[in-house]
RNA sequence: GGGCGAUUAGCUCAGUUGGCUAGAGCACCUCGUUUACACCGAGGGGGUCGUAGGUUCGACUCCUACAUCGCCCACCA
């Protein structure tokens, strides 16, 4: 007999069971040739980041795949780590640097980074206990930092070996630019906003031509018109000059097919300077570019009484002067699309600048005998299956994004990041690449070295997440045995951002895949299916405080029931109360079971052979045995939400609502109880691992629940038979229950009961205590067959007949209209029934066991009838 | 412009290679202090499965269009 509250009280618990567990080290595997490995690295949070919902589902979701298969037995490792998020940081530290009146520039880089530094070390551990407040059983003592001194090396190790292959180069292009970040962004680092916005109609010389941005008008070189468009024909690759608010230039006319002669006049201007598709165009023709905004987003020098204007300052002085001088035709109103930062929500400047790229398209691994390029082998690996991604759906988004994708640029002009490893010689202008920084030059020996000042892009880190943070650049034991990892589980919102880059950078950098399968999980999202965002606090639900209120086991349920990989789920608070109702469910069931158990039977190993008694036993156990194999399966194949609703159902709707009752009775067995609770905590410890482990204590284990085996399905324990019997007695338990409550009988009343059970009568005999308790007989007769019974309420199947002879109170209007209902109901069944039945095609088609199925449900459909017929004859 | 997803009860969603008269939770209605749990129990109402065609003996499930909503990608100035 144990004592146990009431009702479950997280908070009481998970702190200190969490402290259990990683002080038993059972996060922590060791490496085991004996054992198979299963590898999760955990996508770095970023290490100024709080935890949101996004961090709550992908921390639920690894926990339960890295707690199942430590159950399995597998070396389980899920390495955990944060991320240095180079621009996102460096802004935040800024922003709070501005409400000082200070500027990065005012401290300088070396007393600007040690700032950031600071602010990094305490933000990082509020993320870090918030992981664990969300019970992940994640290694800390593997834990890694994208700045950390192995990872840095990792980073320049690459860098070089990338220089040396040639894949890395230094090059002028045209870039994104933030001008508020100063500093470049990749392609997909850009995002684009609908703006209400105006479309100026230029009289160009010989031309007219529409443009969104006159003001690049005073970088214009050139002029591209479609090369079949007939209007231009006669002008293709002549000179022009055109007259201007600076006094006239010079373009030339080229043809191109990138313009649409539909669209405005067919005619292009052409900023090569400041537009990604001009360009384009210039190189393609030859043109030179003419650089006129600078980084500030501002006018350059060479922009006479506009320099150091703004961009859109500048706009609307030279509309004003154009349409002073007659050089605007009209002026339209237009929707379009803006390129602005993805961090800040800055209006992107393209401009031309040096930069560092990787080349994507130069074949430089090495494969089967063939060179490839990275580009390829991203896209082969994927495409051969070594690479699945889950949903399948996604792998056609991958391979349109890799085939299309250009040189990545990876610097950025920030401070807070891995600077690049190039040294620069004062004196003879050499450049030096290496892994470690040198003392003086290799060419002339001089000691005046400076390094570039640029940093690398976030995701050039990231990108060697899965082998940096095994120790790689040094061939360590856990590199070899724990890469590839098994899954990479994240967000399909950075399937581009982090896992094509990580595909990239492994197969080119050590000749491996990084991962085996992505699983990708969808957004969570408000009720309405709003996207939270911080800007509207309203809309945001806080994991941290939805821990506090309903426990972590129940957030955990509630993120992963009803989720589907790739698509988006839906939370609100009422559901994760609803959660937090099942884990107290399962509390109180186990606190009957305790309640009911003495020591012996907690110490005793189950024996099936004795400790399963009766039919009720056998029904449990059978359907426990299914559990743990629909369980299994779905956890293998990633449907955790589906394993999870059938422990669910299992455990509310069998166990509770029919073996527990059934073991007030005259059946209670503490052995079976003890053993159909402990498999089901087993199976439930990957999604609930908080309760379960906390229940676990009273079972007098060893071991704890973390590190138990997980159930193996046993066919020896399956008792069809007993089950079919069983479901016999719910459904006459149930039948009674219905009737009952139609005819208004209290609940406390007593009734009498006349069942006439054929060849059933010996089980329901047998059955009698539990028959009577649960749908409250007072008197019960059981014959095998007899006389219908008068005034009595009549439930009639195949199997059974049951007359409750309730006499004055049944309303026998009330009892009539029961039976015609019924009637109808059976009857629209028969036809559908026997009209499939008739059907040679469907006699002829369908499997003989659907045929046979069919066959026997027209037959009791038909019996039902007969009987319900013949009573309803009375009336 | 291209691609993807969603559309099932008032709400949120299941429905696994086509085969019970379509299920669950929440909400709603009726009843309830029976040996864990009112964070509970018993019972109940509620759906022409977005629309229109097609394939099939049989379609919520497969195919084709369309509609609505949402997401992603793209250099239309």
């Known amino acids: 007999m144990k004592e146990i509250e009431k009702a479950y009280e997280a908070k009481q618990f998970e702190d200190s069971i969490y402290k259990q567990w990683e002080e038993s080290g059972a996060f922590t595997p060791k490496v085991d040739q004996d054992k198979p490995s299963f590898t999760i690295s955990m996508p770095p949070p970023n ?93 800390w003592t593997r834990e890694r930092f994208t700045l950390d001194e192995g990872l840095s090396k990792a980073v320049r190790t690459m860098f070089t070996k990338m220089y040396k292959d040639g894949l890395i180069y230094k090059g002028d292009r045209i870039v994104n630019w933030c001008p508020r970040c100063s500093s470049t962004l990749a392609d997909d680092e850009v995002e684009y906003k609908e703006v209400k916005d105006k479309l100026y109609w ?44 600076l006094g006239d230039f010079e373009i030339t006319v080229v043809a191109d097919k990138e313009v649409d002669p539909e669209f405005g006049s067919g005619a292009v201007k052409v900023t090569p300077a400041h537009s990604f598709t001009d360009f384009e165009i210039a190189k393609r023709h030859g043109i030179k570019s003419k650089s006129v905004i600078d980084e500030e987003g501002k006018m350059k020098d060479n922009c006479g009484k506009y320099a150091g204007m703004t961009t859109t300052e500048c706009r609307k002085e030279i509309v004003k002067d154009m349409e002073k001088m007659g050089l605007m035709e009209k002026i339209e109103d237009y929707d379009h699309k803006l ?21 994507v398209d130069k074949p430089v691994i090495e494969h089967e005998g063939k060179m490839k390029t990275i580009k390829e082998r991203s896209i082969e690996v ?32 920030i401070w807070y990041g891995h600077q690049i490893p190039v040294w620069y010689c004062s004196d003879c202008d050499e450049e030096i690449v290496a892994e470690d920084a040198p003392s003086k030059c290799t060419k002339c020996d001089s000691k005046n070295l400076k390094q570039d000042p640029d940093t690398l892009d976030t995701w050039f880190s990231s990108g060697l997440w899965t082998f940096s943070t095994l120790g790689w650049p040094e061939e360590t034991e856990d590199l070899k045995y724990f890469h590839p990892t098994s899954v990479l589980e994240t967000g399909y919102d950075i399937l581009f951002f982090w896992i ?29 299916g709003q996207k939270m965002s911080k800007s509207k606090p309203e809309t945001c639900i806080d994991p941290l405080d939805m821990i506090k209120q309903y426990g972590t086991d129940a957030l955990r349920l509630s993120m ?52 399963i008694v009766s039919k009720a036993d056998k029904w449990i156990i059978t359907k426990l045995q299914y559990l743990i194999k629909d369980t299994t399966e779905n956890m293998e194949k990633f449907h955790f939400s589906e394993a999870g609703t059938k422990i669910y159902n299992f455990t509310w709707g069998e166990l509770c609502d029919w073996y527990v009752e059934l073991s007030k009775g005259e059946h209670l067995n503490p052995h079976v109880l003890v053993y159909v609770l402990k498999n089901l905590l087993k199976l439930l410890h990957p999604f609930i691992p908080f309760v379960t482990e906390v229940l676990w204590k009273n079972f007098k284990e060893d071991k704890m629940l973390i590190e138990a085996d997980w159930p193996e399905f046993d066919k020896e324990l399956l008792f069809n038979t ?19 409550a139609e005819h208004a009988v209290e609940p406390v009343k007593q009734v009498h009961a006349v069942i006439y059970a054929g060849k059933h009568k010996d089980f329901l005999e047998e059955k009698r205590e539990p028959l009577m308790r649960m749908a409250r007989i007072g008197e019960l007769e059981i014959f095998e067959k007899g006389e219908k019974l008068d005034r009595a309420i009549a439930l009639l199947t195949p199997h059974y007949e049951v007359y409750l002879p309730l006499h004055e109170l049944i309303d026998p209007d009330k009892e009539k209209k029961r039976l015609e209902k019924e009637l109808d109901n059976l009857k629209g069944f028969e036809k559908t029934l026997s009209g499939k039945l008739s059907n040679d095609g469907f006699l002829n088609s369908a499997p003989p066991e659907v045929v046979d199925k069919e066959k026997r449900r027209l037959k009791e459909t038909q019996e039902s009838l007969k009987k319900i017929e013949g009573e309803l004859a009375h009336f």
């Open 560 to 611: 992963v029931i009803g989720a589907t990989p790739g698509n988006d789920l839906r939370l609100y608070e009422e559901k994760i109360a609803g959660y937090r109702n099942f884990v107290n469910k399962i509390w109180n069931a186990s606190r009957f079971s305790l309640m009911n158990v003495e020591d012996e039977h907690l110490e005793t190993e189950f024996d099936p052979k004795k400790h």
């Open 500 to 528: 094509a880059r990580m595909i990239v950078m492994t197969t080119y950098g050590i000749n491996q895949i990084p991962f085996e399968k992505v699983y990708l999980h969808g957004l969570i999202r408000t009720r309405d």
């Open 382 to 413: 994927v495409r051969n299956g070594e690479i699945e991604i889950i949903p399948e759906r996604f792998n056609k988004t991958y391979f349109n994004w890799m085939e299309n994708l250009h040189d990545w640029c990876i610097s950025r002009q």
């Open 339 to 359: 390129s602005i930062c993805y961090r800040c929500k800055t209006t992107i400047e393209p401009l031309i600048s040096k930069q560092w790229f990787v080349a």
């Open 202 to 245: 230029l009289k160009y010389g010989p031309f007219t031509l529409a443009t969104t941005r006159p003001e690049t008008k005073l970088g214009d070189t050139a002029v591209a018109v479609h090369p079949d468009d007939a209007r231009y024909k006669e002008m293709i690759g002549k000179k022009y000059m055109i007259p201007g608010v």
């Open 47 to 139: 290490a100024t980041g709080t935890l949101h919902l996004g961090h709550a589902s992908m921390l639920a979701i690894q926990d339960i795949m890295i707690r199942y298969k430590r159950m399995q037995g597998y070396s389980a490792l899920w390495l955990p780590g944060t991320d240095h998020a180079g621009i996102a940081t460096q802004n935040r530290v800024e922003k709070n640097l501005a409400e000082e009146g200070k500027s990065r520039h005012d401290l300088g880089r070396k007393d600007f980074l040690k700032e950031v530094d600071k602010f990094v070390d305490t933000s990082r551990n509020t993320i870090k206990s918030q992981i664990r407040k969300m019970g992940s059983s994640c290694d």
């Open 722 to 740: 007993e089950v079919e019997e069983m479901e016999l007695l719910h459904q006459i338990i149930s039948d009674i229950r219905s009737a009952r």
